[in-house]
Structure formats: structure tokens, C-alpha cells
């Protein structure tokens, strides 16, 4: 026992890699056991994060080595960097890495029932494997080209995702090729960046580079190139048209994966920009343009998600919406890293207020996308013209719906409130006018999703839902735990953000730490 | 550390005290709606919706649709929607100008900062 949990952070990645590959030999024997193996294996993966959290939080970053004879063995007799593949695990990637796996767990439970009349099952479990795999490798990597290999296979697997449904008028496959060519463009960036570090440097490891950072002209063409393809990755306005594309036509638990998906390339932005360059780079210019490419993304993706009349359109011009948010938060934060007072004063809090967002909007972005999928598999259509009254029939779903709406809108007492009020008050002592946008796009959220809501959900029953049941259970516990975590992320607010969300950003700003747990020092 | 208090870094919100308010106000309002009105009188003409004599149109039909919602708001920023519609033209080649034009513009700011 003591040597599985020894061994958890490769387990995290191992298992769900191994029940990928065991799928689909697997579902040629029987077609119905797939699809409880990977919530299982999905399940277990959800514990063992639970655990190694547990530890992080407790005991401070987890080092593992793979091949070491050690597994904290960074530094063998003679050498002066790491050269083996290395994990690093601090608050800040356990975070994440509880994100992925409680949304990967959720997305398989809601897809035993979601995906029961489709074809090709195994490809299905197969591909949400991978993705999750590679999710939890992109958080968890201390190495930057396994970082690389990480990103590759969670575009890879998600193309294939999007591309999953089959109609005849083919807007999935074409969704899919056209998040292929975006991620196509942002490994190509990311791996260029790679080699720019790599050549200077002759380290791959994120610490032993972060120690040697002279930022020079060649730093800080890496730094452009990162700083770009992921936010774009992340859905980031003016480079989030993917976005609409992808989530609306991928399934809705895969749609929900995707959103922690972008959320892991922002992890990836944000890792890159604390841990790596940190201090050596211009903050205030970088942080502002965090900022502005945040404001871009929260009032652009309101403004269109207005508008739309798929209501799963709708929802992903929302996602942008809030990533705007994480990235105002954390663009403050970066904006006055160099200056200890203000840091001290609002700095913290915006980082805490735009790192809390992350998860909250997991938890209910992931909620409402799986209320849309409830409505598509009930009425076979996004289009919220043909909708109406089926608050009637499906009230278990309008709950959820409901619920995940407040969130979203930022009422009180949901989690989506406690994440924008920490967001607004820090903001607002930075830049008074930025609160004021974070507050105007919160109104425009909530006028949106009164729209679905009137939409779809009220209004007589039309006579062409009259038969319509409620979802089945499998799909309804997803969307119910999802909806217990936004109430009780709502309700005690300070336990999450001291226990699991401080010690995170404490692990994004403290450069020196993150290096020292490899290179030592501590 | 009180669970439900959660410190914003300029003051305090106790998620608790909103809830019990909440409650309050509510059973105050449920109280208020139970007390009735007195010259109430279920299915007859005084429940029915006036429409300038018009008849009334079926539920069904008088349902509407999300296309129609929020027209004034739309109307009145059509300079601003006109535009930003015009930009999601969903061809591919955009998107990956769209990526390059901004990969330009940090270039220039890190570049000269």
C-alpha cells in the first residue's frame, strides 16, 4: 500500500494511460463494461489526486523522478540539473490536477448514459482517457517538452472529441479541423519556444531553466510565442473563434472537459510567467497585457453570447467571458509582482480572486453544459427558438440549471459570487474602471442565461415536448454533485480559498521555492 | 477561522448572514402572499389577462422565442454588433490571422518595453 502511494504521482497519469489502451480490447468482448471502466479507473485516479493533494498541502511540493532509483532523487552523484523526466507537484498544479480529475470522473458518470445509443464506444472511452491523461501531465510536468508531449496528445485527443458525432451536414468534423489547425499552429509555436530555451540553456527542466533566465532577446521571443498560442488555447478574445465552434459541437461531457482543458493551457500561461521568467521580465507590461487580453475576453464574449441562438453557442461565449476574469485576477497580480506593498494589499487577493475562478468555473461552467446536453438528448436541437416549457417535464434538470446559472451570474450565495466579489474589490484598488467592466459583464451573464432560462425552460409545455421525461441518473448525479460543490464552494467561500487556493498562488509567486525543490536550497 | 466569512482583502462577507436574511425576507414575503386578497375570485373574467380587448391569444402561441428577447439592446448597439458579427466570419484562415496580428502586437510592446 505504502509503495502505491509512494508511486501515486505516476499513478495519476498511469492508470487512465493503461485503461485507454485496455478499452478497446476490452470492448470487443463487451460493448457495456467500457464504459464502467473508465468511470472506475476515472474514479480511482479522483482519490489518488485527493491524496497526493492531501500531501502537498501538508507536507509542501512533491518531487517525482522517473528511472531514479530515488523518487526524490532530482540530483544524482555529479550532476548539476536534472536530466531525467521529473514531476513537480506544488499547491498550484494539485489544483489543477483536482480540477481535471473530479471533471474527468464527472464527464465519464454523465457519458454512461449519454453516449448509451452511440457507435464507437471504445474510441469514445479511449479518447476521453488520453485527454485526461494528458491534462494531468501538462499540470503536474516539471519538464517542458514533456509538457510539449503532454499538449500534443490532449489536442489530439480532443479533435477527435469534437469530431465525434456524426451528421450529415458535418459541423462537428468541421469543428475538429479547425481546432486541429489552431492547436497545429500553437505546438508549433510552443515547440519553437522549447528550442529557444533549450538552445541557450541546455535544460529542459522549468527549474534549472528559471535559474539561469538572463531574459535575452531570444527569452523574450520564447515568452511572446508562449504568451500567445496559450491564451489562445485558453480562448482568449481576439484568438477565441475556435471556442464557439469546438464546445458546441463536441458531446456535452466532453465539452465540459474541454473548458478544464483550456483552463490547463492557462495554468500553462500562468506557470510559464510566475515560475519560469517571474521577476527577470517586464511585469507591469506583461501583467497589462494579461489584463487587456482579460477585459477583451470577459466584455467581448458576453456581448456575443447575447446574441446567439445555440444554446451551446451561447454557453461557450460565456467560457471566454470567464476566462477573462482569470485572466484580469492574475494580470493584476502580475502587473505589481515587483512592488511589495501593492502585492501585499490587493495583488494577493486579485491572484486568490482569478485562481478561485478557475475552479468555480469548472464546477458550474461543467454543470450548465451538461444541463444543455440533458436538453439536446430530450429534444434534438440547440436551437433555443424551438425550445419552451420544459421546466414541465424535466424539473430535475431545471434545478441544475438554475443553480448553474446564479453561479455563473455571480449570486449570491453560489461559489461564482465569492470568486467575483474577491475579483472586484482587489481589482477595483488597482484600477477602479476594470471593476466596473468585471461588474457590467457580471450584469450582462446574468441577462444572458435569463434568456435560456425563458427560452428553453419556461412558458407553456409545446406540444412537441409534451412526452419529454427527465434525463436519466447517471446524467443526473453528475449534474447533482456538480451542483453540491457550487453551493458548499458558495457557502464556506474562506475554507477553500485558505486551504487550497492561497497556498496555490503562494506557489505561483515564490519563484525561488519552486526552483530550490529541485536544484535544493529549501 | 469562521468557514463562511470570506476576506476580500478590503473587507468581509459572510455568506451565513445573507443566507439567513434571505430566509427571512422570504418567509416575511410567503407570509405577506398567504395573507391573500380578500376581493379575489378564482376563473372568473377578473383573472384574465386584458389586452385592449383583444382576445386573448393561446399559451402556446404567445410563448416567445429567444430571437426576440433583448431586440432594444441589440438595436440600439447595432453599430457595435455590426462589426464584431463581421469578425466571426468562421473561416479558418481568420483565425489564424487573427493569431499572428496579435503575436505581432506583444511583439512590438515586450519588444520596445
Same mark, same amino acid.
Given at each position: 500500500?505504502?509503495?502505491?502511494?509512494?508511486?501515486?504521482?505516476?499513478?495519476?497519469?498511469?492508470?487512465?494511460?493503461?485503461?485507454?489502451?485496455?478499452?478497446?480490447?476490452?470492448?470487443?468482448?463487451?460493448?457495456?463494461?467500457?464504459?464502467?471502466? /473508465?468511470?472506475?479507473?476515472?474514479?480511482?485516479?479522483?482519490?489518488?489526486?485527493?491524496?497526493?493533494?492531501?500531501?502537498?498541502?501538508?507536507?509542501?511540493?512533491?518531487?517525482?523522478?522517473?528511472?531514479?532509483?530515488?523518487?526524490?532523487?532530482?540530483?544524482?552523484?555529479?550532476?548539476?540539473?536534472?536530466?531525467?523526466?521529473?514531476?513537480?507537484?506544488?499547491?498550484?498544479?494539485?489544483?489543477?490536477?483536482?480540477?481535471?480529475?473530479?471533471?474527468?470522473?464527472?464527464?465519464?458518470?454523465?457519458?454512461?448514459?449519454?453516449?448509451?445509443? !452511440?457507435?464507437?464506444?471504445?474510441?469514445?472511452?479511449?479518447?476521453?482517457?488520453?485527454?485526461?491523461?494528458?491534462?494531468?501531465?501538462?499540470?503536474?510536468?516539471?519538464?517542458?517538452?514533456?509538457?510539449?508531449?503532454?499538449?500534443?496528445? /490532449?489536442?489530439?485527443?480532443?479533435?477527435?472529441?469534437?469530431?465525434?458525432?456524426?451528421?450529415?451536414?458535418?459541423?462537428?468534423?468541421?469543428?475538429?479541423?479547425?481546432?486541429?489547425?489552431?492547436?497545429?499552429?500553437?505546438?508549433?509555436?510552443?515547440?519553437?519556444?522549447?528550442?529557444?530555451?533549450?538552445?541557450?540553456?541546455?535544460?529542459?527542466?522549468?527549474?534549472?531553466?528559471?535559474?539561469?533566465?538572463?531574459?535575452?532577446?531570444?527569452?523574450?521571443? /520564447?515568452?511572446?510565442?508562449?504568451?500567445?498560442?496559450?491564451?489562445?488555447?485558453?480562448?482568449?478574445?481576439?484568438? !477565441?473563434?475556435?471556442?464557439?465552434?469546438?464546445?458546441?459541437?463536441?458531446?456535452?461531457?466532453?465539452?465540459?472537459?474541454?473548458?478544464?482543458?483550456?483552463?490547463?493551457?492557462?495554468?500553462?500561461?500562468?506557470?510559464?510567467?510566475?515560475?519560469?521568467?517571474?521577476?527577470?521580465?517586464?511585469?507591469?507590461?506583461?501583467?497589462?497585457?494579461?489584463?487587456?487580453?482579460?477585459?477583451?475576453?470577459?466584455?467581448?464574449?458576453?456581448?456575443?453570447?447575447?446574441?446567439?441562438?445555440?444554446?451551446?453557442?451561447?454557453?461557450?461565449?460565456?467560457?471566454?467571458?470567464?476566462?477573462?476574469?482569470?485572466?484580469?485576477?492574475?494580470?493584476?497580480?502580475?502587473?505589481?509582482?515587483?512592488? *511589495?506593498?501593492?502585492?501585499?494589499?490587493?495583488?494577493?487577493?486579485?491572484?486568490?480572486?482569478?485562481?478561485?475562478?478557475?475552479?468555480?468555473?469548472?464546477?458550474?461552467?461543467?454543470?450548465?453544459?451538461?444541463?444543455?446536453?440533458?436538453?439536446?438528448?430530450?429534444?434534438?436541437?440547440?436551437?433555443?427558438?424551438?425550445?419552451?416549457?420544459?421546466?414541465?417535464?424535466?424539473?430535475?434538470?431545471?434545478?441544475?440549471?438554475?443553480?448553474?446559472?446564479?453561479?455563473?451570474?455571480?449570486?449570491?450565495?453560489?461559489?461564482?459570487?465569492?470568486?467575483?466579489?474577491?475579483?472586484?474589490?482587489?481589482?477595483?484598488?488597482?484600477?477602479?474602471?476594470?471593476?466596473?467592466?468585471?461588474?457590467?459583464?457580471?450584469?450582462?451573464?446574468?441577462?444572458?442565461?435569463?434568456?435560456?432560462?425563458?427560452?428553453?425552460?419556461?412558458? *407553456?409545455?409545446?406540444?412537441?415536448?409534451?412526452?419529454?421525461?427527465?434525463? *436519466?441518473?447517471?446524467?443526473?448525479?453528475?449534474?447533482?454533485?456538480?451542483?453540491?460543490?457550487?453551493?458548499?464552494?458558495?457557502?464556506?467561500?474562506?475554507?477553500?480559498?485558505?486551504?487550497?487556493?492561497?497556498?496555490?498562488?503562494? /506557489?505561483?509567486?515564490?519563484?525561488? !521555492? &519552486?526552483?530550490?525543490?529541485?536544484?535544493?536550497?529549501? | 477561522?469562521?468557514?463562511?466569512?470570506?476576506?476580500?482583502?478590503?473587507?468581509?462577507?459572510?455568506?451565513?448572514?445573507?443566507?439567513?436574511?434571505?430566509?427571512?425576507?422570504?418567509?416575511?414575503?410567503?407570509?405577506?402572499?398567504?395573507?391573500?386578497?380578500?376581493?379575489?375570485?378564482?376563473?372568473?373574467?377578473?383573472?384574465?389577462?386584458?389586452?385592449?380587448?383583444?382576445?386573448?391569444?393561446?399559451?402556446?402561441?404567445?410563448?416567445?422565442?429567444?430571437?426576440?428577447?433583448?431586440?432594444?439592446?441589440?438595436?440600439?448597439?447595432?453599430? &457595435?454588433?455590426?462589426?464584431?458579427?463581421?469578425?466571426?466570419?468562421?473561416?479558418?484562415?481568420?483565425?489564424?490571422?487573427?493569431?499572428?496580428?496579435?503575436?505581432?502586437?506583444?511583439?512590438?510592446?515586450?519588444?520596445?518595453?
Amino acid at each position: 500500500m505504502n509503495s502505491i502511494l509512494l508511486h501515486a504521482p505516476a499513478l495519476i497519469i498511469a492508470l487512465p494511460l493503461l485503461a485507454a489502451f485496455i478499452t478497446p480490447i476490452l470492448g470487443r468482448f463487451n460493448r457495456k463494461t467500457i464504459s464502467w471502466l /473508465a468511470t472506475c479507473v476515472l474514479g480511482l485516479t479522483l482519490l489518488l489526486t485527493i491524496f497526493v493533494a492531501r500531501q502537498v498541502l501538508t507536507h509542501g511540493p512533491i518531487v517525482y523522478v522517473f528511472g531514479a532509483t530515488e523518487t526524490g532523487l532530482t540530483l544524482p552523484f555529479g550532476y548539476t540539473m536534472p536530466i531525467r523526466i521529473i514531476f513537480q507537484i506544488d499547491a498550484m498544479g494539485i489544483f489543477m490536477g483536482l480540477i481535471t480529475s473530479l471533471v474527468a470522473f464527472l464527464a465519464a458518470i454523465y457519458s454512461i448514459s449519454y453516449m448509451e445509443q !452511440h457507435t464507437g464506444l471504445d474510441k469514445y472511452y479511449t479518447l476521453l482517457l488520453l485527454l485526461a491523461t494528458s491534462m494531468f501531465g501538462m499540470e503536474l510536468t516539471g519538464d517542458i517538452f514533456n509538457f510539449f508531449v503532454f499538449f500534443e496528445i /490532449a489536442s489530439i485527443s480532443s479533435v477527435a472529441l469534437i469530431a465525434f458525432r456524426s451528421t450529415i451536414s458535418g459541423e462537428p468534423a468541421e469543428a475538429g479541423l479547425k481546432y486541429m489547425v489552431v492547436s497545429s499552429i500553437s505546438a508549433l509555436m510552443v515547440l519553437f519556444a522549447i528550442g529557444l530555451f533549450y538552445g541557450q540553456y541546455d535544460a529542459l527542466n522549468m527549474a534549472t531553466i528559471a535559474s539561469v533566465m538572463q531574459f535575452t532577446q531570444l527569452d523574450k521571443i /520564447a515568452l511572446i510565442l508562449l504568451v500567445t498560442v496559450l491564451a489562445m488555447k485558453a480562448g482568449s478574445v481576439p484568438m !477565441h473563434m475556435w471556442t464557439p465552434d469546438a464546445y458546441s459541437e463536441a458531446p456535452a461531457a466532453i465539452t465540459m472537459i474541454l473548458v478544464a482543458a483550456s483552463q490547463a493551457s492557462l495554468y500553462a500561461l500562468f506557470r510559464i510567467v510566475f515560475s519560469i521568467y517571474n521577476v527577470t521580465l517586464n511585469t507591469v507590461t506583461v501583467g497589462w497585457i494579461l489584463i487587456i487580453l482579460g477585459v477583451l475576453s470577459m466584455f467581448i464574449g458576453v456581448t456575443m453570447a447575447i446574441i446567439q441562438k445555440d444554446i451551446k453557442r451561447l454557453m461557450a461565449y460565456h467560457s471566454i467571458s470567464q476566462t477573462g476574469y482569470m485572466l484580469l485576477g492574475v494580470g493584476v497580480g502580475l502587473a505589481v509582482l515587483t512592488n *511589495p506593498v501593492a502585492l501585499e494589499s490587493f495583488g494577493i487577493k486579485a491572484m486568490e480572486g482569478g485562481i478561485f475562478h478557475i475552479i468555480n468555473n469548472a464546477l458550474y461552467k461543467g454543470l450548465l453544459f451538461l444541463t444543455a446536453g440533458a436538453i439536446f438528448l430530450r429534444t434534438d436541437t440547440r436551437d433555443l427558438n424551438k425550445m419552451g416549457g420544459l421546466a414541465h417535464n424535466m424539473t430535475y434538470t431545471t434545478i441544475f440549471y438554475i443553480i448553474g446559472a446564479a453561479a455563473i451570474a455571480g449570486i449570491p450565495p453560489f461559489n461564482g459570487f465569492a470568486s467575483k466579489l474577491i475579483i472586484y474589490e482587489s481589482v477595483y484598488r488597482f484600477n477602479p474602471l476594470l471593476a466596473i467592466i468585471a461588474m457590467l459583464v457580471s450584469v450582462l451573464t446574468l441577462a444572458s442565461f435569463v434568456k435560456v432560462f425563458h427560452s428553453a425552460f419556461l412558458g *407553456p409545455r409545446l406540444e412537441q415536448y409534451k412526452s419529454v421525461q427527465e434525463v *436519466p441518473k447517471s446524467m443526473i448525479i453528475a449534474m447533482a454533485v456538480l451542483s453540491c460543490l457550487i453551493v458548499f464552494f458558495g457557502l464556506f467561500p474562506n475554507l477553500i480559498v485558505k486551504y487550497i487556493v492561497h497556498p496555490a498562488v503562494m /506557489a505561483l509567486i515564490n519563484q525561488a !521555492h &519552486y526552483t530550490a525543490t529541485i536544484l535544493g536550497g529549501i | 477561522m469562521n468557514i463562511a466569512l470570506l476576506e476580500t482583502g478590503s473587507g468581509y462577507w459572510n455568506t451565513l448572514i445573507w443566507v439567513v436574511t434571505a430566509l427571512i425576507i422570504g418567509v416575511c414575503v410567503l407570509w405577506l402572499r398567504n395573507r391573500g386578497e380578500s376581493r379575489y375570485k378564482k376563473d372568473t373574467d377578473q383573472t384574465k389577462p386584458f389586452l385592449s380587448g383583444n382576445p386573448e391569444v393561446s399559451k402556446e402561441d404567445s410563448h416567445v422565442g429567444a430571437s426576440h428577447l433583448y431586440w432594444g439592446f441589440t438595436e440600439a448597439l447595432k453599430n &457595435y454588433y455590426e462589426p464584431l458579427v463581421k469578425m466571426h466570419t468562421g473561416n479558418i484562415n481568420d483565425y489564424s490571422g487573427w493569431i499572428v496580428l496579435v503575436m505581432a502586437i506583444i511583439f512590438i510592446i515586450i519588444g520596445v518595453s
